[in-house]
């Protein structure tokens, strides 16, 4: 069998949205530490689309880089593959390429060569060697990122190259570059979901297309280049890392952090199909990385024409039209001995430039025109409400360039070696409240009042909103985020010196499982329960704005469609809607928990109940915490909704681009959805609060336990009993079973969790149905009851029992 060794390394460094991977920035390639010894002329040379090889190349190593692009996918991502370092040989008519053994044994007396590939002779001469590139290529080895992970272990798979040609060689004195197109057998998607196999058959597979390119260079290390050990520790790597190494002799894994050789300036180049009005935005969000810094260390130009990504020697920040997704990546290849970086790239997708149709209904920063919402009553724009605004278009202009400056600087933050710090909105010193009230000032004047720090890094995830901010201050102060300094201080100047290792808290990828404010694209702060219940309110003060600019967004998405067929595609159901905007009460919910931990406790050495006792203290107990949910006035919410929906699509802004007859639909369709909405809410609502894991894990015991103990008995009470006027109870039965499974005593602290609001429940129960047939629970007859009661009677004598 013919044998390809890539190790597929798809860094989920991404500044927003899910969607494929992308280009990154670096030093250019000529200016790396891995200088050619020979012009790389005297190794190969191309014939036509077949490469060829002088005996001369043999035994001497090569730094193999590569990157992985779909020709199927929407997005044309550019993953990069792991580099390697090889060398080829001849074994009677084949051509092998192995990866180096050096780092890979103790004893260098044994050999550790690892094959990668085996190509067949097909002419050969005094001189060159001809042989099959496109066949010998016939597997992409895949495992998880090396240098994206704390633990060691890796888990590898193979993917299948069924087919592939030769689309182009470029060889020049510093590299070789073969591009192939290839046909690929990968998992289906839905298989790849499935966690519970790792079984992998033919009947399984789906064929893909990928263009791979193909880089060598010869390889010499960058003897000027210090390495730098990365922490031996899970959750403490705060850079990507090389490969794992083995020490001579001792045979001790180790890794080195990767980072650049900053030497010489790191030039990035950004693609000349970036709209002209965010070229500034993202200047400014590569020199930012300069004031970290101190010192001019990075450089931004535009890219010569007609050159795109991937390019074997430009460290490129690719835009591509693709208004369909708001997302974008950072790469990088570096070098797998010592962890110099030696290129990067930077992908990103038009959906982050939308200044008429946001992504989503914050992104206020891609819409001209939006009306913000006033806290008060919770309208869209009241003709008496002066707190509503219109967002003129250069305001929103302004806000999408800021925008773009955070992203891009978090982008380039990955290709300068740094991972993800979630942690970094727990350092902010505003409120989410406080935050709304600036931005709101940014929108109206073209800047806050006052500015403070939103974070300690960019490196972190953040919302329309707060992201908006930190581009401003990117844009208007000359002080980097604290985070960001210490980081590159310890990794680029220090050289991994402990006695300047950061103190600011750090928390990546593999901490979100642990710590509950290391969320990705959920504001923490200082005060994290205190913002879910005001992130709570705010969806519900925005969902007729949420539903208009999903009903748009969709609808944009889908050209070509009658509009029956769009909107049958198109239409968001209630339920769907009602999840998103009770989203916060599960991770509010969450918080409460005996196993529940904290960035803040871990890194200040805090107990967690004490500090959660004081959170919630500071909020005004679990009555106040909670209150918003008492607080949904239901009783208009259909109306009300459908008039600050019909004020917002009326707008010029949003209505001019679109015919009357969508307008008109997305009436009918938002009126479908509001209709149902306050059913779904309590539904949704009452859903979070009574999930349970398959272990279950109870409250823990706070100095307060009798106020939430007394929260969520109000709210079961509520959507068990409240009737609707018309002698029967308001909501359906699968919702007041699940306010039920709230009031557990296996959830609770104590071993009468929620005893007395179970019995009062049960007896509400029965007083409702004695108030309404005039007797007493026990001499109710079925006979006299209807069909339709009897079934309701079971369903409550059901309850009741749940209840015991």
């Known amino acids: 069998m013919k044998h390809l060794g890539f190790l597929l390394t798809i860094i989920a460094i991404a500044g927003c949205s899910s969607g494929s991977s992308a280009p990154a920035t670096s030093v250019e390639a000529s200016e790396s530490g891995a200088i050619a010894t020979a012009p790389m002329t005297n190794y190969f040379k191309a014939d036509g689309t077949s490469l060829a090889i002088s005996p001369k190349a043999f035994d001497k190593p090569f730094l193999l880089e590569a990157t992985i692009q779909s020709q199927t996918a929407v997005e044309k991502d550019v993953d990069t593959l792991q580099s390697q370092i090889i060398i080829f040989k001849r074994k009677g ?81 510093d590299s070789v570059a073969v591009a192939n197109i290839t046909q690929v057998l990968v998992p289906r998607a839905e298989l790849e979901a499935k966690s519970d196999t790792d079984i992998v058959t033919e009947q399984n597979l789906e064929l893909d297309g990928y263009r791979v390119t193909y880089t060598f260079s010869s390889y010499v290390s960058n003897q000027d280049f210090k390495k730098v050990f990365a922490e031996n520790k899970v959750g403490q790597n705060m ?127 891609r819409a001209p025109n939006v009306i913000i919402a006033g806290l008060q009553d919770g309208t869209i724009c009241n003709e ?40 970094g909105s727990t350092a902010s010193q505003w409120s989410m409240n406080e935050t709304m009230a600036q931005y709101r000032e940014y929108l109206k004047t073209g800047s806050p009042s006052k500015i403070v720090p939103l974070t300690s890094s960019v490196m972190d995830y953040f919302k329309s909103e707060q992201s908006s901010l930190i581009g401003y201050w990117i844009r208007t102060q000359s002080e980097p985020f604290s985070y960001d300094r210490e980081v590159i201080n310890w990794g680029y100047f220090a050289n ?49 704005v949420f539903v208009a600019e999903k009903l748009a967004r969709n609808i944009r998405l889908l050209p070509g469609m009658s509009n029956s067929e769009r909107w049958q595609s198109a239409l968001p159901t209630a339920q769907d809607i009602a999840d998103t905007v009770t989203e916060p009460i599960l991770q509010l919910r969450a918080w409460l928990f005996v196993n529940s931990q904290s960035v803040h406790v871990a890194y200040r050495d805090q107990e967690m109940t004490q500090w959660l006792d004081k959170q919630i203290a ?25 008039k600050d929906f019909e004020i917002y699509i009326s707008t010029p802004e949003f209505s001019d681009n679109r015919s009357q007859i969508e307008l008109d639909g997305m009436k009918i369709a938002a009126k479908a959805i509001f209709d149902k909405m306050p059913r779904e809410l309590v539904r949704s609502i009452t859903s979070q609060l009574s999930k349970t894991d398959k272990k279950v894990t109870p409250y823990r015991k706070f100095a307060d336990f009798e106020g939430l103990e007394s929260v969520l008995a109000r709210w079961a009470s509520y959507v068990i009993l409240s009737t609707n006027g018309k002698g029967d109870f308001q909501f359906d039965i699968d919702t007041r079973a699940m306010a039920v499974r709230i009031l557990k005593s296996d959830m609770g602290p ?21 108030d309404r047939f005039g007797k007493s629970f026990k001499d109710i007859a079925a006979i006299e ?7 309701q009677l079971l369903q409550d004598v059901d309850l009741m029992n749940a209840l015991q």
Not at 124 to 141: K, P, Q, R, T, Y
Request: aromatic share 10%.
């Open 93 to 173: 008519d084949n051509i092998t390429m192995l990866r180096s053994g050096s780092g890979h044994n103790s004893d260098t007396d044994f050999a550790s060569d690892y094959l990668l590939a085996k190509f067949k002779i097909t002419k050969e001469d005094a001189s060159w060697i001809n042989f099959d590139f496109e066949n010998g290529m016939s597997l992409i080895l895949q495992r998880e990122n090396d240098y994206g992970l704390d633990a060691e272990k890796q888990t590898v798979t193979a993917l299948e190259i069924k087919n592939a040609i030769v689309d182009s060689i470029t060889i020049d004195s």
């Open 239 to 365: 850079y990507f890392t090389s490969d794992t190494q083995l020490l001579p002799v001792l045979g001790v894994p180790v890794r080195y952090i990767t980072r650049w050789d900053i030497s010489k300036p790191i030039r990035y180049y950004y693609s000349a199909n970036i709209p002209e009005e965010f070229v500034q935005a993202v200047k400014d969000g590569v020199l930012y990385w300069n004031k970290v810094f101190g010192r001019e260390v990075l450089t931004i130009e535009k890219v010569p024409d007609n050159i795109v990504a991937p390019h074997p020697k430009l460290n490129l920040i690719q835009w591509q039209a693709y208004d369909g997704s708001a997302s974008a990546y950072g790469r990088i290849q570096h070098d797998p001995m010592t962890g110099e970086i030696r290129k990067a790239i930077i992908s990103i997708t038009s959906g982050w430039g939308w200044k008429k149709e946001p992504a989503d209904y914050r992104a206020v920063a």
């Open 384 to 423: 008496d409400d002066e707190a509503g605004f219109v967002v003129t278009q250069e305001r929103s202009l302004m806000a999408a360039q800021d925008e773009m400056r955070r992203l891009v600087a978090h982008e380039v933050g990955h290709t300068l070696g740094l991972r993800h710090n979630f942690a």
């Open 496 to 544: 991994g010196d402990a006695a300047q290792y950061p103190q600011e808290m750090f928390c990546s990828d593999s901490g979100i499982k642990s710590f509950l404010d290391c969320s990705q694209r959920v504001w923490d702060g200082q005060h994290p329960l205190a913002e879910r219940i005001y992130e709570f309110h705010a969806n519900l003060e925005n969902l007729s």
């Open 618 to 642: 500071d909020a005004g107990g679990f009555g106040s915490l909670f209150s918003p949910l008492f607080d949904l006035g239901l009783n208009n919410m259909p109306t009300r909704l459908m």
């Open 750 to 770: 104590v071993i009468d969790w929620e005893s007395t609001a179970r019995s009062q429940i049960g007896d509400g129960i029965i007083k409702h149905w004695e």
């Open 785 to 791: 009851m209807t069909r339709e009661q009897r079934q």
